[in-house]
């Protein structure tokens, strides 16, 4: 293993996937450190650079945006208040009152070293855990697949901070998308009423583009008149003095803050769909609840910096490992690495690592080297991401629009996914507006045929519907589905509270 | 009776999948198949009928309830700017349509003009040669990368041949 994983870093080294790995990560921090600008966007706009490379190549590309951009959202965090990535968000809480305690350099680079150790720390994992975690997916018949894919989408729907029905009317609406146009055993046309244009169903990049994309440029546009928005730029910080090993100690001497974070993070990227800002919270949570200090947590301490960044950078690590022993993704981004591999021709799943194994390896390898180039990147051109922070949205919106298009356009050389890109962006938003949860409606998406191709296959096989609930993994992952769907009623009841007026969009 | 947000959201939900179901219901059983082409998407559309009853009927039960009184020291709601986002848009739209008609470079360029000046209308000189910089360097950047460098061939107009 470790002779394989020694020979994908060598491969890595190699400009023909270096320089993708780099372009990747120096976008994911540039992407990361725009408010409003996040990871899934950033790795949609890098997306249609990597249909004509390697499938290493593009693979490496978008691993470095994931790390990147994990790391990038802590730059307006600390400097503005104002999370530059939802992954970020709890590192607002210490990360702006220590920069307004004028050190903002220490800020800054507690975030982007503890990044770095969470990330290294959860490579181990990735490294060590991906295998035998797709051997035990090995073991999984279409029963325990089926309802592994109803776990994540109950866990999915049911931690949607709006409401737990629409959550689920979410994912209907997912799965549904997925049922329109011809069915996966015997093509026979659905939903389709003779139309060419559907015929073949909706590819589902530009549907996921056009969902995410458009949802949130429009949802920016929309808040463009807010005078709270106006004027933030913090292209003229001044850092104080201070020392990368003093920032470095400050980290290592708390070794079970950095492994607890880290645990937490991995543990909330392995689980489908949840993301990094769920990650981040709640190692901030766990910090402070471990804490002998915990009256600081919120006025600059750096415990909170370090347990929400290292927590982050944790959960790509896990998300990583889901979508390579599963083929689920863990979170929006790997649902785009998912689609990218698909149109490379790779299936992601338990044989993946044992069919692919220079690509897995790559994978692991590109993860890794991420995290140093982060650094460099991050060392190198500082100044550069504080001026970027500044870029109008009325610059950044029609720019990011077009490479949307392009990103649709080349997926076949035709216009039919650019409609279909359209046609979803408005949907996308209507259904923002509406207080829908994206997330479920994605993992729907995502998951929709894999569940009916498994549900076909599974009663081909053998008829008798109980397998499902008898068989003890599928019956131990459906009473899991059932729980989570029970655990999120009982706590929106303890919870319940009329909101009133509009909600912010829940990416 | 009134319906809030939620009611008609779940109404039209209740109502497309209650229309669709008989579709669903009516395509072809296989011979080789136990179960056909229908029956997963009628799993499908009932959860979504279901659901969407289900938020129909919190709503309906929610606006029968008394409103709250308003709180006096609520924070006041954030300007939203709804013409902006349905000229952004039109925009989109316009642009999508215009492409196999003039070509992806000459549509990117009034595109993400008209984009800049829909959202923030320059004042000055600079500002508007910066913005036309903008469009003209994102066209020619985005063309040369991808249609030189990537292989992605970009669509060409058919009136104007470029």
Redesign the interface.
């Known amino acids: 293993m470790l002779e394989l994983l020694a020979n994908a870093i060598v491969a890595i080294l190699h400009w023909k996937y270096m320089v993708p790995l780099m372009a990747g990560t120096f976008a994911g921090v540039i992407g990361g450190s725009l408010p409003g600008v996040t990871i899934t966007m950033t790795v949609i706009v890098i997306l249609?650079?990597t249909?004509?490379?390697d499938p290493l190549a593009g693979l490496a590309a978008m691993t470095g945006v994931y790390v990147g951009g994990s790391t990038g959202g802590l730059i307006t965090c600390c400097l503005l208040g104002i999370p530059g990535s939802p992954a970020s968000i709890a590192t607002t809480f210490d990360g702006f009152p220590m920069a307004r305690n004028g050190e903002p350099g220490r800020a800054i680079w507690l975030g982007v070293w503890a990044s770095v150790w969470g990330g290294l720390l959860g490579a181990l994992c990735l490294v060590f855990l991906t295998g035998p975690l797709a051997a035990i997916a090995l073991e999984f018949g279409p029963w325990e697949y089926f309802s592994l894919f109803v776990l994540a989408m109950a866990m999915v729907a049911g931690l949607t901070e709006a409401?737990l029905?629409?959550g689920?009317?979410s994912t209907?609406?997912g799965?549904?998308v997925t049922?329109v146009g011809t069915?996966p055993?015997?093509s026979?046309p659905?939903?389709t009423f003779g139309s060419e244009f559907i015929g073949g169903g909706f590819p589902f990049l530009p549907v996921l583009i056009g969902i995410f994309a458009?949802a949130q440029?429009?949802t920016d546009?929309?808040?463009?008149?807010?005078p709270?928005r106006a004027g933030l730029s913090v292209g003229r910080v001044q850092f104080e003095r201070f020392s990368h090993l003093k920032v470095n100690w400050e980290i290592i001497r708390q070794p079970f803050l950095l492994a607890w974070a880290t645990i937490v993070g991995l543990i909330i990227g392995i689980l489908p769909a949840i993301g990094g800002s769920a990650s981040s919270v709640m190692a901030y949570d766990q910090a402070k609840k471990f804490s002998k200090t915990p009256d600081k947590f919120g006025k600059g301490h750096p415990e909170g910096i370090i347990a929400s960044e290292a927590s982050n950078n944790a959960n790509v690590s896990g998300s990583l490992m889901t979508i390579m022993a599963f083929g689920i993704p863990g979170d929006a981004v790997t649902a785009v690495m998912l689609g990218a591999m698909t149109i490379h021709g790779i299936q992601s799943g338990p044989l993946f690592i044992s069919q692919n194994p220079s690509l897995s390896y790559g994978i692991y390898a590109a993860y890794i080297l991420a995290h140093p180039l982060m650094l460099l990147i991050c060392i190198a051109f500082m100044p550069l991401m504080l001026r970027v922070t500044s870029v109008?949205?009325?610059?950044l919106?029609?720019?990011v629009?077009?490479?949307c298009?392009?990103g649709a356009?080349?997926l076949n050389?035709t216009?039919q996914s650019?409609?279909v890109l359209?046609m979803f962006?408005?949907f996308g938003?209507v259904l923002v507006k509406?207080?829908?949860p994206l997330a479920p409606l994605i993992l729907g998406l995502i998951l929709?045929d894999q569940?009916?191709l498994n549900?076909?296959r599974s009663?081909?096989t053998d008829?008798n519907l109980w397998l499902f609930v008898t068989r003890p993994i599928s019956g131990g992952l459906l009473a899991a589905a059932a729980l989570s769907i029970a655990l999120a009623i009982w706590q929106h009841l303890r919870h319940q509270k009329?909101l009133?007026?509009e909600e912010d969009a829940d990416f | 009776m009134r319906l809030g947000?939620?009611g008609i959201?779940?109404l039209i939900?209740l109502a497309v999948?209650l229309l669709?179901l008989p579709?669903?219901l009516g395509?072809?059983k296989?011979p080789?198949?136990?179960?056909?082409?229908?029956?997963?998407?009628t799993i499908?559309?009932v959860?979504?009928a279901l659901?969407?009853g289900?938020?129909l009927l919190?709503d309906i039960r929610?606006q029968r309830?008394p409103a709250?009184a308003p709180v006096a020291d609520a924070t006041p709601?954030?300007?939203?700017?709804?013409g902006?986002?349905a000229a952004?848009?039109a925009a989109?739209?316009i642009?999508?349509a215009l492409?196999?008609l003039i070509g992806f470079r000459i549509a990117?360029v009034l595109?993400?003009t008209a984009?800049?000046v829909i959202?923030?209308l320059p004042r000055t000189l600079r500002a508007w040669l910066q913005m036309a910089a903008?469009?003209v360097g994102?066209s020619a950047v985005?063309y040369v990368?991808?249609n030189n460098?990537?292989?992605?061939?970009?669509?060409r107009g058919v009136w104007t041949g470029w």
């Open positions: 249609p650079f249909y004509g490379l409401s029905v629409k689920l009317m209907a609406i799965l549904f049922v069915d055993i015997a026979v659905r939903f458009f440029i429009m546009i929309e808040r463009m008149r807010d709270n109008r949205l009325s610059v919106a029609p720019i629009l077009v490479l298009v392009i356009y080349a050389n216009m650019v409609y359209l962006g408005v938003y509406a207080g829908f929709g569940i009916e549900l076909i009663i081909m008829s009329r009133t007026g | 947000r939620d959201a779940g939900g999948s669709l579709h669903a395509l072809p296989l080789i198949v136990p179960v056909g082409p229908g029956f997963y998407p499908v559309l959860f979504m659901t969407s289900l938020l919190q929610a309830q709250a709601a954030v300007p939203r700017a709804y902006l986002v952004a848009f989109v739209a642009y999508i492409l196999p990117t595109f993400v984009f800049q959202l923030e903008i469009a994102t985005t990368v991808f460098y990537l292989l992605v061939l970009l669509p």
